[in-house]
């Protein structure tokens, strides 16, 4: 069973399965209560595990782990607001053969979708991560009474059924909506008993989106050349999490000196580059934590700390709980 209509560039031939992913051979978010499609050929394999809420959404969690450069184009009938949010790597696409978006790790952008048309390129040896937000009609259409400046032309250009996107480019995350973000990946990785604070969660993190879109134009605090050279250093920033690049460094990716580039750096991600590194790093550590079965002492040495005792400190500083026993009390 296909859970789309897709074709490749090479028209390689496709296989769909509906196995349940493994943490201990599968990448990325595992999501024990999800419905999995996973899709294979000489390509690589692409894995979608989609969660749906009887609150009207569903979350999909997509990893797609590319063993040649392959250009996909992607058709589908549904019909949705749908938020997606880039965990890892950095894609182009081009929806309805005129919106194109460039992405990169830790942005989002939000469309409404009258149906999908979708090209994408994804490259050789390069693993994507997303976190995707599918959101129906009823959904917004419920929010309407306590934002109606904001969900009012939203809704009106969905009536009109023509695909649009919201934001002129990706925006990133900023500090509370990567901590929003985080938390609901905590909670799809474990079995739910009921979705409550799940739905809290994510109507949090939509709403926050959609109060804090930032201005682009006549006000932009930055150029898009700064922008874009921002982005390349966070990008440089985020390759090895075993260790810290210099602000030097960093600053001569952007192009910029080390005091323009801090200032940039913190307007674009809400936090200076060593403590965006280490937050980031922490978060890995917990995914590695709960959705695989290395060694502590390989997660360790894999994010760069120094001792297994340095390591173990960190965790319990963040969660109150050393690494053995937080991985048992999430895992259930």
């Not at 009823?138 to 649009?164: C, T, W």
């Not at 949090?204 to 700064?226: A, Q």
Request: proline residues 4%; hydrophobic residues 40%.
């Amino acid at each position: 069973m296909s859970l789309f209509e897709t074709r490749t560039s090479r028209r390689d031939q496709i296989a769909w399965t509906t196995v349940p992913l493994n943490p201990k051979s599968d990448h990325g978010i595992i999501i024990p209560d999800a419905d999995t499609y996973s899709m294979h050929g000489g390509f690589g394999k692409i894995d979608f595990q989609g969660l749906a809420s009887e609150d009207e959404y569903t979350i999909w969690a997509s990893h797609y782990g590319m063993k040649r450069t392959t250009s996909f184009i992607s058709e589908s009938s549904s019909t949705a607001f749908e938020l997606n949010i880039l965990l890892k790597n950095s894609v182009e696409h081009t929806l309805f053969d005129h919106i194109h978006q460039s992405i990169a790790a830790q942005q989002y952008n939000l469309f409404f979708l009258p149906y999908i048309k979708n090209e994408i390129v994804l490259f050789k040896d390069q693993n994507y991560e997303t976190l995707d937000f599918h959101f129906e009609l009823s959904y917004f259409e419920k929010l309407l009474p306590q934002y109606p400046n904001i969900i009012g032309p939203m809704l009106d250009q969905a009536y009109n059924g023509r695909g649009v996107s919201f934001l002129p480019v990706a925006n990133f995350l900023n500090e509370d909506q990567r901590f929003m973000g985080r938390h609901i990946i905590r909670l799809i990785s474990k079995k739910l008993s009921d979705k409550y604070y799940l739905n809290i969660a994510v109507k949090f993190l939509l709403i926050s989106i959609l109060l804090n879109r930032l201005p682009h134009g006549k006000n932009r605090i930055m150029s898009l050349e700064e922008e874009t050279n921002i982005i390349e250093s966070h990008q440089k920033l985020m390759e090895d999490l075993s260790e810290f690049v210099t602000v030097k460094e960093l600053a001569k990716t952007a192009k910029m000196n080390t005091t323009k580039f801090m200032r940039l750096f913190k307007v674009k991600y809400d936090a200076t580059p060593h403590d965006f590194w280490n937050e980031f790093r922490m978060d890995k550590a917990l995914e590695m934590l709960l959705t695989t079965d290395k060694t502590i002492t390989e997660i360790s040495n894999t994010l760069g700390f120094y001792t297994i005792r340095g390591f173990e400190k960190a965790i319990y500083e963040r969660y109150s709980l050393p690494p053995t026993k937080l991985r048992k009390r999430m895992r259930g």
